[in-house]
């Protein structure tokens, strides 16, 4: 019995200091790790949550074949502000290559045509090779067909400041799309023009799958920064139907009956789109490794409100320096009201601007957008109204303040 006793009594002594050996092998081994290891500074971006200190190697060391240029694309849907912000890039000053809606050609031959998967990498294609200053992907999509790397026109030309200024505007006669004396455009010249640039940036309202993006991030021959640009999906509708009448007629007549029917294709085809947007922004949001510090989800009323400093959070985020030039663009075109506005200007005073819809949108359209589009709103931070008493009443903010900000 005393040998029994003996036996077990060794065995227990045995365990403890095994245990023991091994907690000191463990700490050693963690504060190896922690010498070799480099811990990068967690950042906070705006309306995430901070990030952790990676031990893998960090995404954007990968990009060391950049050459330094900065790239960013900004994706968002139509009348959203896309156009507004990106005027803070297209006014940079002379180191900016800016293009507006470069998938607009794209779009216009092979939407109704092409499945929605052939279609993202075809979009997918085009902008790589934009930002790498190669117009030949866009050249097969533009009509007329380019003839010797020279279109009379390109979509939204005079959105882009480098298309409408030498070398890539030649003598000519007065252009219709830079509104000035400007000659076909030489999409060999602009590619040149690109490539004297040290940084490329683009805004986009016909791409929706922001994961399709994922080999453009990961090329090495880039350092794209992706900014995603949403608004409130009851003052989206209000400008369409106020921007674009004939295509939106429906929504205007039962905006005038007080009735929306609820099933309508129309309706479905809202909810499709609210649900596309809300996808992507939670791709982004739940930071896939792929995607870290390179994606930033924007609200378009904190941009409207706070545009200078959004501004400065939006060049930090690209790794550009905030250019004089872009700051006096932003003062000269926040704090005009023209006496006619044109929907697709950039001059408005952007106080007004936020709460606008309120007061044209009927309750009615405002409850059927609220009832599709409900997960999207609760995740960007959009309070629902249950009356039309509140819908316009301006002290009832519909935005959570701590949204964002």
């Known amino acids: 019995m005393k040998t029994k006793y003996a036996i077990i009594f060794i065995c227990i002594v045995a365990l403890v200091i095994i245990e023991q050996e091994t907690n000191i092998l463990s700490r050693v081994s963690d504060e190896l790790i922690q010498r070799v290891t480099p811990h990068p500074t967690p950042q906070t971006q705006q309306g ?35 156009t507004f912000v990106g005027e803070f ?24 045509t092409t499945n929605g998967s052939v279609l993202a990498g075809i979009h997918k294609d085009v902008l790589q090779g934009l930002f790498l200053c190669d117009f030949t992907p ?22 882009s400041a480098n298309l409408c200024e030498k070398p890539v505007c030649t003598p000519g006669v007065k252009d219709v799309w830079c509104k000035k004396s400007c000659g076909p455009l030489n999409l060999t010249l602009a590619s040149q023009s690109c490539l004297t640039k040290e940084h490329r940036a683009m805004k986009t309202t016909r791409l929706r799958q922001l994961d399709i993006l994922r080999p453009l991030v990961e090329d090495p021959r880039l350092d794209l920064r992706v900014i995603q640009l949403v608004r409130d999906p009851r ?4 400008s369409r ?40 922004a939670m791709v982004g949001l739940s930071r896939p490794r792929w995607l870290r510090r390179r994606y930033m989800l924007l609200r378009y009323e904190d941009v409207t409100r706070y545009p200078m400093q959004k501004a400065e ?12 030039q872009a700051r006096e663009w932003i003062l000269r075109n926040t704090q ?32 059927v957008v609220q009832m599709v589009c409900g997960p999207t709103m609760e995740l960007f931070g959009y309070s629902l109204v249950d009356d039309e008493k509140t819908l316009v009443n301006r002290s009832v903010s519909l935005l959570d303040p701590l949204y964002l900000m």
């Open 48 to 82: 995430l949550p901070s990030e952790e200190p990676e031990v893998e190697e960090d995404i954007m060391d990968a990009h060391s074949h950049s050459g330094g240029h900065k790239h960013i694309l900004i994706l968002a849907t139509a009348r959203t502000g896309s």
């Open 89 to 112: 890039f297209n006014q940079h000053g002379d180191n900016m290559f800016y293009l507006y809606e470069p998938l607009y050609y794209v779009n216009a031959m092979l939407k109704r």
């Open 138 to 159: 866009l050249e097969k999509f533009i009509s007329p067909r380019p003839l010797n790397h020279v279109t009379p026109t390109l979509y939204a030309r005079h959105a």
């Open 235 to 238: 003052a989206i509708l209000a």
């Open 241 to 280: 139907m106020a921007t674009f009448p004939d295509i939106f007629q429906k929504w205007r007549t039962w905006a005038q009956q007080g009735k929306v029917p609820e099933d309508d294709e129309h309706v479905k085809w809202l909810k499709e789109e609210c649900d596309s947007v809300r996808m992507s």
């Open 313 to 324: 959070e939006i060049y930090s985020f690209a790794g550009i320096p905030f250019s004089s």
């Open 336 to 367: 005009t009201t023209p006496a006619n506005i044109d929907p697709y200007s950039t001059m408005r005073n952007s106080l007004e601007q936020a709460d606008k819809w309120r007061f044209s949108l009927q309750y009615e359209v405002a409850r």
